[in-house]
């Protein structure tokens, strides 16, 4: 089992920026690929960005050029800086984990809400 555990995330006006931290612990070591969805209200959820354990990234066409993934192999932790956030980047944040080459991730954090006022 893998347990994922976010922090981060909060209120923050257009323009601005917020940071998210997911912490894994568990059969980590199984899971090459960690990355952050999310569920936009109205929407399924998505892929925002992903970061294998080498430091492929993936990156949501909507939010490139604005967010960055970071990924600590040692800690096993993973990031999202999120820069000149908009309005449609509200939402609640996942942190995943999965094998790369999944169709869908195989383990979920809990969320963390991130709302972005105009």
């Known amino acids: 089992q893998v347990q994922l555990v976010e922090s981060g995330g909060g209120l923050v006006q257009a323009g601005g920026s917020l940071n998210l931290s997911c912490a894994a612990s568990g059969r980590i070591w199984r899971m090459n690929v960690m990355g952050w969805y999310r569920q936009v209200p109205g929407k399924q959820r998505e892929s925002v960005a992903r970061?294998?354990?080498?430091?492929?990234?993936n990156y949501a066409d909507s939010v490139k050029g604005r967010f960055t993934i970071s990924r600590d192999n040692a800690k096993n932790t993973v990031a999202l800086e999120m820069n000149n956030l908009k309005p449609e980047d509200t939402g609640v944040y996942y942190c995943?984990?999965?094998?790369?080459?999944?169709?869908?991730?195989?383990?979920w954090g809990q969320g963390t809400q991130v709302t972005v006022s105009t």
């Open positions: 995943i984990a999965m094998i790369v080459g999944a169709r869908l991730p195989s383990y």
């Open positions: 970061i294998t354990s080498d430091g492929t990234t």
